[in-house]
C-alpha cells in the first residue's frame, strides 16, 4: 500500500528593487509573503538587516514556512534586507561614514517601496526590525531617528557603542510604549571583531538593558549560554517571531 503525502503549501520570496538616492545606488529587498497571503488583508511587517545571513544561515524562510503551517498563527510579511560586506560596518556602525545615508534609506526608501507593491500595515506600531550584532545597533538607531515610523525591536548580541547609549537616554521616557526583545549569550564576554578589537558583548546587552528599563520600556531580556554564532541566533529565531506577533499592534 502506498501513502500519499500531502504538499504543504510554502510561502513565497519577492525580490523588490530600490533605486536609492541616498545612498546612490540600486537596492535589493526579499520579501517572504506566507502561502496564503491575500491582498485583500493588511500585516505587520517584520523588517531585518543582514537579511541574506538570515536567510542563509538563520534559515528564516524554512522556519517562516514551517511557522505558518499552523493556521493559528498570526501571520505578517518579512523583508530581508541584504548588505555588501565590504561596506557593512559603515553603514551600520553608528559613526559610520554611510550610517545616515543608511538609515535614511531604510525609512524614506526602503518602506514606502515595500507598502507600495504589498498590502502592509502603513503605521508605525505594525513596523519592527531584527537585527544581531551590528545589526542589531542599526536597528536601534533607525528606530531612535524615526520613532513613529517602527515601534518594535528585536535585539540579537546587539555590538552596542557609546552613541547608542547616548541616544537612548536622550530619547528617555518616550521610548516606553515601544516593545523589545533582546538576547544575549553568556559566552560573549570576549568576543573578537572584525576590527580585531576584544568587545564584551554581554557586558554591553547588560547595560542596554538597564538602560532601556530606566526609560520605562518593559525588555524582554534572556541570557543563554551560547556564543557570538549564527547557530545561537538561529536557535532563537522562535522566539523573536513569537514575541513580534504578541507585540504588534493590528
Known amino acids: 500500500m502506498f501513502m500519499s503525502l500531502e504538499k504543504q503549501p510554502t510561502g513565497t520570496v519577492e525580490r523588490v528593487e530600490i533605486q536609492s538616492q541616498f545612498l546612490g545606488e540600486t537596492r535589493e529587498a526579499h520579501v517572504y509573503l506566507p502561502h496564503n497571503y491575500s491582498p485583500l488583508y493588511k500585516y505587520p511587517v517584520l523588517y531585518i538587516n543582514d537579511g541574506s545571513d538570515y536567510e542563509s544561515m538563520g534559515r528564516m524562510i524554512t522556519l517562516?514556512?514551517?511557522r505558518f503551517q499552523d493556521r493559528n498563527q498570526r501571520r505578517f510579511l518579512v523583508v530581508f534586507t541584504p548588505v555588501d560586506k565590504?561596506?557593512?560596518?559603515?553603514?551600520y556602525h553608528p559613526e559610520g561614514s554611510k550610517h545616515k545615508a543608511y538609515v535614511r534609506f531604510f525609512a524614506d526608501e526602503l518602506v514606502p517601496a515595500i507598502e507600495e507593491r504589498f498590502t502592509a500595515f502603513p503605521m508605525g506600531p505594525a513596523r519592527g526590525i531584527l537585527g544581531s550584532s551590528l545589526g542589531a545597533t542599526a536597528a536601534l538607531h533607525t528606530l531612535l531617528t524615526y520613532p513613529r515610523k517602527f515601534h518594535y525591536l528585536a535585539l540579537q548580541s546587539g555590538a552596542f557603542r557609546d552613541s547608542s547609549y547616548a541616544e537612548v537616554e536622550a530619547a528617555g521616557k518616550s521610548l516606553a510604549t515601544v516593545p523589545v526583545y533582546q538576547v544575549v549569550g553568556l559566552q560573549e564576554e570576549n568576543?573578537?571583531?572584525?576590527?580585531?578589537?576584544?568587545?564584551?558583548?554581554?557586558?554591553?546587552n547588560r547595560k542596554m538593558r538597564d538602560l532601556l528599563q530606566t526609560c520605562g520600556v518593559d525588555v524582554d531580556y534572556a541570557e543563554y549560554d551560547k556564543d557570538h554564532t549564527w547557530g545561537f541566533w538561529q536557535e532563537d529565531l522562535p522566539r523573536v517571531l513569537d514575541h513580534f506577533a504578541r507585540h504588534t499592534s493590528f
Do not use: M
Not at 572584525?194 to 558583548?201: E, F, H, L, N, V
Open 64 to 66: 517562516l514556512n514551517e
Open 86 to 91: 565590504s561596506v557593512r560596518r559603515e553603514e
Open 191 to 204: 568576543f573578537q571583531s572584525s576590527s580585531g578589537k576584544t568587545i564584551d558583548i554581554l557586558a554591553l
